[in-house]
């Protein structure tokens, strides 16, 4: 096992698993603002609809979602009247992004109702408008809230990307299979722990710029509201 | 495109696969429980050497992607049982140890990193007064941690704990990997003999769903009985 041409190799492919993250993060971050606005402010058949969507984005294992994504939205394509369009990137790209909205809809959606009532009727009764009162009152508490929980859906979501590979994407792990068959499948473990050093490598970047922003934020915190908001492991 | 009639068979085949994977989520959440239980419990008391080896074991299974670790011990796991039994001087076949060990293992190794923090959360909403309580009553150790602590951080754990029986369930689908057919990888069984990769794949995901919903009304069930005690 030559380390020193096998990483570059690999790495070769990290710009799609980044590519696919990246597209998952700004897309699913606005679909869980959609979803949990919905869901807060229960609007009635829509607000049903978008907890059906976050329990279907948290209980179905990632591998089905990319799948269904894979074999559903060609169907969907067909119905709109649009040729074949999607690539295994492009649906890994949706697929993932239905995962990541759904799953941090659940943690923006306690972030926002740990913010105190109280907050609400003091902006309302100064005449803030409601972007005012969200932009400057509610926004900033419940992003403090809700970052250690935002950390948790990044590292998952990094984790996650590495299933891209079943529905034919050629992410870092499809790239690391192809590595392995060329040696004849000798250097399988080794290869396996580079991969594991890369990802986690990943996650720690992605920890240590979510600590970042949680230090700037600290300033923010409430003193009267509930100081810690548990956030549940998932995958 | 999406053919109503397979549906139903479809969903005879998917059930069979249901009760093996509900039985190796059991298994996997019973070890990483206990597993999680002793991480917590060697942080709660701070035990030196210990301690910093469970920080080590948790940095490595979180942030490693399962299917690596899968990977990893479809690879390593046989070795490592063939050094350690020679080593032991004992005949063991390490390499033909079944598919479905494995991943108990790995999944195991993986949730256990998880498992102790919940166990973890649960043990530091216990409220220490307590046990100085229960200690001037002439509890012993044993007595205070069956009598008082267990009863109260089991009901503030149920939820996190039914969480993570439902990321077993979705982490078995990893499985199919290395070859071990649990509910997504009889989908995609079933799929592959009839090429009606939509309706298979709407079956799992209704039948996870279902499983989902119904662990989570189980462990709302079970919380609110117990809750009334304390």
Not at chain 2, 109 to 134: H, I, P, T
């Amino acid at each position: 096992m030559d380390l020193a041409t096998m990483i570059p190799e690999l790495l070769s492919a990290l710009p799609l698993t980044l590519a696919i993250m990246f597209v998952a993060i700004a897309v699913g971050f606005c679909l869980a603002l959609i979803a949990t606005t919905f869901r807060v402010y229960r609007i009635p058949v829509v607000g049903q609809l978008a907890d059906l969507y976050v329990s279907y984005a948290r209980s179905v294992p990632v591998v089905l979602q990319l799948f269904v994504a894979f074999y559903g939205l060609p169907l969907v394509s067909s119905l709109v009247g649009l040729g074949d369009v999607f690539s295994a990137n492009i649906a890994s790209m949706i697929g993932l992004s239905l995962y990541h909205g759904g799953y941090l809809s659940e943690v923006m959606r306690p972030a926002f109702l740990a913010v105190e009532r109280g907050q609400h009727d003091a902006a309302d009764s100064l005449g803030y408008s409601f972007r005012q009162k969200m932009r400057r009152v509610i926004g900033p508490q419940a992003v403090h809230i809700a970052l250690p929980g935002y950390g948790n859906a990044i590292i998952y979501l990094i984790h996650n990307v590495a299933l891209v590979m079943y529905i034919g994407a050629a992410d870092l792990m499809a790239t690391a299979h192809l590595i392995m068959e060329r040696d004849y499948n000798q250097y399988q473990f080794g290869t396996y722990l580079v991969l594991a050093v890369i990802y986690s490598l990943l996650c720690l970047v992605a920890w240590l710029i979510v600590r970042f922003f949680e230090r700037r934020h600290a300033k923010y915190s409430s003193k009267t509201a509930p100081a810690k908001v548990r956030f549940t492991t998932s995958l | 495109m999406f053919d109503i009639d397979v549906l139903l068979p479809d969903f005879w085949s998917i059930l069979e696969a249901v009760p093996v994977t509900l039985a190796m989520a059991v298994l996997i959440f019973v070890l990483s429980t206990l597993i999680g239980g002793l991480f917590a419990l060697v942080e709660y008391r701070r035990i030196p050497v210990l301690r910093q080896l469970v920080i080590v074991w948790k940095v490595a299974f979180k942030g490693v992607p399962m299917v690596v670790v899968i990977f990893l011990a479809y690879y390593g796991l046989p070795a490592a049982l063939h050094a350690v039994s020679s080593l032991l001087s004992i005949e063991v076949n390490a390499h033909s140890l079944p598919n479905w060990v494995i991943i108990i293992v790995a999944l195991t190794a993986c949730v256990s990193a998880f498992q102790a923090e919940v166990v973890k959360g649960a043990l530091n909403a216990f409220d220490g007064g307590q046990s100085d309580a229960a200690h001037s009553l002439g509890y012993s150790n044993g007595q205070l941690f069956r009598r008082v602590m267990f009863p109260q951080i089991i009901v503030s754990a149920i939820p996190d704990l039914a969480n993570s029986f439902m990321v077993i369930m979705k982490a078995l689908s990893l499985a199919f990997a290395i070859e071990v057919v649990d509910i997504f990888a009889q989908a995609q069984l079933t799929a592959a003999l009839n090429f009606y990769y939509l309706e298979a794949f709407a079956i799992a995901v209704l039948f996870y769903m279902v499983i989902a919903w119904v662990v989570t009304k189980v462990a709302d069930r079970i919380e609110s009985a117990l809750r009334v005690r304390t």
